[in-house]
């Protein structure tokens, strides 16, 4: 009965390797996020999807792509990791209007550490 | 740039104590949120107070806004050791699509 799942929760990989986190959320929603939270607790938003819809993109290097097979599911494919992409990174989703004005429900975090 | 900035960035209170967190913030916004994360989980919604409102209660939480201060504060009423976590505001500024999260408060409740 999780309403926003994740997997995996953490992942250990070489610098170089290619990765991907997966996002669920079974909440109905419409509007599913990506964040970063590095090591000093900063939250950053890397991308947002509407209905299967793109609608931020922030300044995220292009080795990071998004996928959105339906408005369950949100996945994060990541490419030639790098040691400075270590970070727990969070699904998130809100309900109807998109990103303004409602409240956020997390997934659990993925801990990503590239060596 | 980074919206809201919690205050203090640590604290450390008595079980029983109250606690009260602050967030000031830049640009005017559609509303202000505030998020708890226990170590190591995501993060959980509080409470959302929008910027016509003044005050918002939820159980022991008490959330205030003042506009014309860009700021916010959480109090939290006594306080109990499960509530040891940090706690972040996010704020929505007018036009804008996205919340942007300070860095928070490390609350510790003490037995």
């Known amino acids: 009965d999780t309403a926003v799942s994740q997997t995996p929760k953490y992942l250990v990989t070489q610098m170089g390797n290619d990765k991907s986190i997966k996002c669920e959320q079974n909440?109905?929603?419409?509007?599913m996020y990506w964040y970063k939270q590095d090591s000093k607790k900063f939250l950053k938003i890397m991308f947002s999807y509407n209905n299967k819809e793109l609608i931020i993109n922030e300044t995220v290097p292009n080795r990071f792509s998004p996928k959105s097979p339906d408005k369950a599911h949100l996945n994060l494919h990541i490419n030639s990791l790098e040691l400075g992409d270590s970070a727990v990174y969070f699904c998130?989703?809100?309900?109807?209007?998109?990103?303004?004005?409602?409240?956020?429900?997390f997934g659990p975090g993925t801990r990503l550490t590239v060596l | 740039s980074q919206q809201g900035e919690e205050d203090p960035q640590a604290l450390s209170i008595q079980e029983g104590e109250n606690a009260t967190m602050n967030c000031s913030y830049k640009t005017s916004i559609n509303n202000l949120q505030w998020y708890r994360q226990n170590s190591g989980r995501g993060l959980v919604h509080l409470i959302l107070?929008?910027?016509?409102?003044r005050e918002k209660h939820s159980g022991r939480l008490r959330v205030t806004l003042d506009t014309s201060k860009k700021s916010s504060s959480l109090l939290i009423t006594a306080s109990r050791a499960a509530d040891t976590a940090s706690y972040f505001c996010?704020?929505?500024?007018?036009?804008?699509?996205?919340?942007?999260f300070g860095q928070g408060t490390r609350l510790t409740i003490n037995p």
């Open positions: 996010a704020t929505l500024a007018y036009g804008a699509q996205k919340l942007v």
């Open positions: 909440l109905g929603h419409d509007t």
């Open positions: 998130a989703s809100s309900q109807g209007e998109g990103p303004w004005g409602n409240e956020q429900f």
């Open positions: 107070i929008r910027s016509n409102e």
